[in-house]
């Protein structure tokens, strides 16, 4: 199927691209991704990906929008609160970009949300136990996984092309003398833009993966934006990760 005059005007900028283009576009149309968690994280990557024309975004978060979530969560308005932030989120998106199907799951990530078989998942979670929920079921079913987290004024990015390596997961890289793995956004605080600007990299991660354009399994980047410096660090594989060892 070829694209219709309103979709050529609204997606012109990535027909313009060489390495995407209408194909490119079509793929991306044809796509599914599940956004787990829509916070600090979620918006933007939702934001992004709505405006790009993924064909069905998965939106999964059981919270309601609270006042001190306005700070950062950019998809949600102070008439929201009280309201499911899926339900916010749905109709913001919508607005953005009618065309595309946006299902929203207002409750925990399940076995069951998982299961409905996205391209990617995206981890925009703010805990270990649905990161590492999410690791696991995206190795077991081979699906992409972008994850990403920020405190304070630092971000991580960290993605997983499971279709095509078996070896190095997120379970590898959890740097157990981190510090205190209870620590989040709720109780340390962030700096709202410091989100926006790992939410973006998430949404541009998925976009290259549906692409084929990704090739930076476990590579993790880490940004600091009291210095503005960048750090890339290569994990390796753990001898005897529980998750990726296994096969
Ligand atoms: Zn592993």
């Known amino acids: ?131 590492q929920l999410l690791n696991c079921h995206c190795y077991q079913r081979a699906t992409p996984l972008v994850s990403a987290s920020a405190i304070g004024w630092e971000g991580q990015l960290v993605s997983f092309d499971f279709k095509a390596n078996r070896r190095l997961c997120y379970n590898c890289i959890i740097d157990e003398n981190a510090g205190d793995p209870t620590m989040n956004c709720a109780n340390a605080g962030v700096v709202g833009p410091v989100l926006g600007a790992m939410g973006s990299l998430q949404a541009a991660t998925v976009i290259r993966m549906l692409l084929g354009q990704f090739d930076q399994h476990g590579e993790m980047q880490r940004y600091d934006a009291k210095t503005g410096r960048w750090l890339y660090l290569t994990a390796s594989p753990k001898p005897l990760c529980a998750i990726c060892a296994t096969e």
């Not at 599940?34 to 975004?57: E, F, H, K, Q, S």
């Not at 939106?59 to 929008?65: Q, R, W």
């Open 1 to 131: 199927m070829s694209l219709s005059d309103e979709q050529f005007l609204r997606y012109s900028r990535h027909l313009l691209m060489a390495d995407i283009g209408e194909q490119g576009q079509q793929t991306l149309l044809q796509s599914h991704v599940l956004i787990v968690g829509l916070g600090g994280l979620g918006c933007p990557v939702a934001l992004y990906l709505a405006a790009a024309g993924i064909g069905r975004l998965s939106l999964c978060d059981a919270d309601t929008v609270d006042i001190t979530n306005l700070q950062r969560q950019i998809l949600y308005k102070t008439e929201d609160c009280d309201q499911l932030k899926v339900d916010c989120a749905k109709t913001a998106l919508q607005q953005l970009n009618p065309a595309i199907d946006v299902v929203a799951h207002a409750s925990e990530i399940s076995a069951e949300i998982l299961e409905l078989g996205a391209d990617i998942v995206v981890d925009c979670t703010d805990n270990l136990a649905a990161r």
